[in-house]
């Protein structure tokens, strides 16, 4: 690998271990050695202030604090106004990226990523020059591996919590949400570590409670599709797991994800209307209550110039 990368220092910053693992792999397969890392947005800033870093890769979905509001507190450091920023996300949603303009971040890596992607971007936007050469294939193995390892608990933990929906409505926004930021998770490892149909089942899923979470609080119009959908991709997530279906599982992996996104993407679709018309019709209340505050504050001004000038009359009689 080039050795331009050992001389770099490379700030990780992610609230998922396994990411900030996988992109650190690869920075020192291509020769860096010098890479922090941080798993949340505060602790990156402490790292920015106090030592020299090159490069700052950050995920978009982290919490407690996100990325683009990591990016907007970066921007107000010295040390951080003009820091290069690649962003990594699990989504592609043209708000985030304009957002992103705003604040200057050099590139995009949307998820699932390789190792091979995550070094043509540093380099990219560092000017590197990284010639024909490849980061070893074995590079994510031991991840990979380990991933393997726990997906079946990881899989039960979400039927756990899925089960949730029907048996506790009363939580069933707050396990939406749950499920919201365990699917993302999923959706980000599952491609990057060789498991890629089931990357993208979780995707299907994961996209559409996502839109569901503004709108969770205008009825329960949705809530038995929503339930639908997520027992029926997690039978087939499960399903994946248990005879261990790595890569896209070729004709039959398209007619699989190809069922589930047939239910997933007009309900999404249909959500995504609710949930502008929502938005509207809230705009349209507060702008019409804003006319009527108006309104109102030039009645007052105008009541109270006719008490000023009748009292201003009164006043000259009485002379």
Not at 70 to 84: C, D, H, T
Not at 135 to 157: C, F, G, M, S, W
Not at 180 to 198: E, F, S, W
Request: hydrophobic share 45%.
């Amino acid at each position: 690998m080039p050795s331009e990368f050992a001389r770099l220092t490379i700030l990780v910053v992610d609230d998922d271990p396994t990411m900030r693992s996988v992109i650190t792999s690869a920075l020192r397969a291509a020769g860096c050695n010098q890479v922090r890392q941080a798993s949340n947005g505060e602790q990156a800033l402490n790292i920015v202030r106090q030592s020299q870093i090159d490069l700052i890769t950050c995920d978009c979905q982290m919490a407690p604090v996100d990325g683009l509001t990591f990016v907007r507190r970066l921007r107000e450091l010295p040390e951080g106004a003009s820091k290069p920023v690649v962003m990594l996300t699990a989504n592609n949603r043209p708000e985030d990226a304009w957002a992103g303009r705003e604040l200057k971040v050099s590139a995009w890596l949307v998820k699932p990523i390789t190792p091979q992607a995550v070094i043509k971007r540093v380099a990219g936007v560092l000017g590197l020059n990284i010639g024909t050469a490849d980061v070893p294939e074995d590079v994510l193995t031991a991840l990979a591996d380990a991933y393997e390892k726990r997906l079946p608990n990881e899989i039960q933990t979400l039927e756990g919590i899925a089960a949730r929906l029907p048996a506790r409505p009363e939580h069933f926004n707050m396990t939406i949400q749950d499920l919201v930021r365990r699917l993302h998770v999923v959706k980000g490892q599952a491609g990057t570590l060789g498991y890629a149909l089931l990357g993208s089942v979780a995707g299907e899923v994961h996209d559409v409670l996502q839109e569901a979470e503004r709108i969770l609080d205008d009825g329960d119009t949705f809530r038995p599709e929503l339930i639908r959908l997520v027992e029926s991709g997690f039978k087939v997530m499960r399903l994946i797991v248990d005879r261990n279906v790595r890569g896209t599982a070729g004709a039959v992996g398209a007619k699989v994800l190809s069922d589930i996104a047939a239910f997933a993407r007009p309900l999404h679709a249909r959500i995504v209307a609710a949930a502008e018309a929502a938005e509207a019709a809230e705009r349209q209340r507060r702008d019409h209550h804003s006319d009527v505050l108006l309104a109102s504050e030039q009645h007052r001004l105008i009541v109270e110039r006719r008490i000023r000038l009748t009292q201003a009359e009164f006043a000259e009689k009485d002379r």
